[in-house]
């Protein structure tokens, strides 16, 4: 089993560039989410989806966009890279919405706006 | 408000000797605690959780926490740590936001054991 796998690993983008954050998992969870991590900051989330054809605003979401294009997959966007956007992003997915249940996260995607 | 408060940034032990990862919350309700390892350059990981019932929580890799309620902690321990325990941990706290319940993490610890 795979889990939850993100990609890119790595990215480097110029201010004012777009691209897109994949996220694919295989356990047939229903919830995921998308966080941040800075130094020092922890984990702060961004987004998340409770279950297929939703999705909600987390602590930190200007500057980016989600889809959940289906049970598997959520999509982290951003349209116009900031330097302060530099970071690492790492999706998670649990098998229900609820804090009672555990979240399994992806390898994480760093990112540097330059 | 509910939120995590991780004492301590950096921890450095010796290997063998004993480790406790301090975690307090603030909270007025019920609560669900958390402690997550990240491994260098990985993502996070459970280790263990506490839901209800017994206030002892066993978890893996021979850790375990505490659950006081009247202190507000979830403090982490483990009684002998081996270089492989070398990783960030992180507690986190459910928070009600929204009509919705979502894990609120701490700013990490970061473990460092040393021969």
């Known amino acids: 089993n795979a889990g939850v796998t993100q990609t890119p690993k790595f990215q480097v983008l110029k201010t004012g560039q777009s691209m897109t954050l994949q996220c694919a998992q295989d356990m047939n969870h229903n919830s995921m989410y998308w966080y941040r991590q800075d130094p020092g900051m922890g984990l702060r989330l961004i987004y998340y989806?409770?279950?297929?054809?939703?999705?909600d605003k987390g602590e930190v979401p200007n500057g980016y966009n989600v889809s959940r294009l289906n049970k598997r997959e959520f999509s982290l966007r951003l349209e116009s890279a900031a330097p302060s956007q530099t970071s690492v992003y790492f999706c998670?997915?649990?098998?229900?919405?609820?804090?009672?249940?555990?979240?399994?996260f992806g390898q994480g995607t760093r990112l540097t706006v330059v | 408000a509910q939120s995590v408060t991780q004492l301590d940034s950096q921890v450095p032990v010796f290997e063998e000797a004993p480790v406790e990862l301090r975690c307090n919350y603030s909270?007025?309700?019920?609560?669900?605690l958390f402690w997550y390892v990240q491994y260098p350059n990985q993502g996070l990981q459970l280790l263990l959780k506490y839901l209800s019932g017994s206030t002892l929580v066993k978890g893996i890799n021979g850790f375990e926490a505490e659950f006081n309620k009247s202190q507000t902690s979830f403090h982490l321990r483990k009684p002998s740590v081996h270089i492989s325990d070398t990783a960030e941990y992180f507690c986190a706290v459910s928070k009600l936001q929204g009509g919705s319940e979502k894990l609120v993490f701490g700013k990490g610890t970061k473990l460092t054991v040393n021969p």
């Open positions: 998670a997915s649990s098998l229900r919405w609820g804090s009672n249940t555990e979240a399994f």
């Open positions: 909270s007025s309700v019920s609560v669900y």
């Open positions: 989806s409770a279950s297929e054809g939703t999705t």
